[in-house]
């Protein structure tokens, strides 16, 4: 029997940002689902690269570009790009090629859950031929109050990753085997809450280790707070993940809102304490039984000190907890299960 072909498109694809690893962690499923898999975008190291979907592409791609990039595909699984206004044209081209054809609209950013995007009402658009997905049950439940019925599917961690080098690591940043690295492993924009992370490695006396760049004209604001830091700071990207999470100590993630938030998930099956925000998904995945530390606890700092020194949410029981609930909720055998269901539910066929 002949494999049936999956195509992904978004605006880029193949990076370190939520939506892409979240992507490739589809791939992934539908991959040991039998599936042969494709991936489209504007950007990024993908099978088929159609310029016009890129967030800063001057103009949208042709209706013709965009079915020619997915001829022969049996299902299209739309990462973000019918779901947040990031190139608008983009999207309504998409859309319209999508019409009365299989697919997954899997919807990562909402237009209402960003206040400069909260004018937009086109978005997610919908057809009877389509299904949607979202990652948290928070948007699910935002779909139903505006008349769409979602799936929530939570995405996957490969609950055993590889390990990185921690000596060789810290070597290579400068930072003294007996000083604490706290890594922040976010882009630099308003919503992840540097200011709360900056505070929380001086109160403990912690290298602050910032990997992403500044997005969304947070430039100036970011080297004014780099620059009046009162702590040494590193602002550089991971080696790779896992030598970044075995380098430190704790992770750090203050952010006032995610639509899912991966680090405190990779930070679990990396076996590293974190300090996490009170965003609404937070609450929602806390829920499953995460111990992590609450950043706006008066007392965050202590309770981060502890965990440096092995106690509380540092300890071995409480890491091994948390593992542990990635393994039983979060893993790639949960959402292939899942994706699995979805298909046959759909009669697609998994």
């Not at 790009?81 to 081209?93: C, D, K, M, N, Q």
């Not at 809450?193 to 004209?217: H, K, M, Q, R, S």
Request: charged residues 25%; hydrophobic residues 45%; negative net charge.
């Amino acid at each position: 029997m002949t494999a049936r072909c999956v195509a992904f498109v978004s605006f880029r694809l193949g990076g370190t940002d939520g939506v892409a690893v979240a992507a490739e962690a589809w791939a992934a499923a539908f991959a040991s689902l039998g599936w042969e898999v494709r991936t489209v975008a504007g950007e990024g190291p993908v099978d088929r690269v159609v310029p016009g979907l890129a967030i800063d592409a001057p103009a949208p791609p042709d209706a013709e570009e965009v079915t020619a990039a997915l001829a022969g595909a049996d299902l299209v699984v739309v990462e973000n790009l019918l779901t947040i206004p990031l190139h608008l044209e983009a999207s309504r081209v998409v859309a319209r090629v999508l019409r009365g054809r299989p697919a997954i609209l899997h919807h990562h950013d909402p237009p209402w859950q960003r206040d400069r995007f909260a004018h937009v009402t086109e978005l997610p658009p919908d057809d009877p031929a389509w299904r949607h997905v979202t990652i948290n049950r928070l948007t699910e439940r935002q779909l139903a109050d505006r008349g769409l019925r979602a799936t929530t599917i939570y995405p996957g961690f490969d609950p055993d990753p590889p390990r990185g080098d921690r000596a060789r690591t810290r070597a290579r940043l400068g930072v003294p085997a007996d000083r604490p690295l706290l890594l922040h492993p976010v882009r630099a924009i308003a919503r992840k809450n540097i200011p709360a992370a900056l505070d929380l490695a001086a109160a403990v006396g912690a290298t602050y280790w910032l990997t992403g760049p500044a997005e969304e004209g947070y430039g100036p604001e970011l080297d004014r707070l780099l620059g009046a830091a009162r702590t040494p700071v590193l602002h550089q990207p991971m080696p790779t993940p896992h030598d970044g999470y075995a380098a430190c100590d704790a992770v750090l993630f203050p952010s006032t809102w995610e639509g899912f938030g991966q680090p405190p998930l990779e930070a679990a099956v990396h076996d590293r304490p974190v300090v996490v925000g009170r965003y609404p998904v937070a609450d929602e995945l806390r829920d499953l039984g995460f111990r992590w530390i609450d950043a706006e606890a008066p007392d965050a700092a202590e309770r981060l000190r502890a965990a440096l020194a092995g106690e509380g949410e540092g300890s071995p029981a409480a890491l091994a907890a948390n593992h542990d609930l990635v393994r039983r909720h979060l893993s790639p055998a949960t959402l292939r299960d899942a994706l699995a269901r979805l298909l046959h539910a759909a009669g697609w066929r998994a």
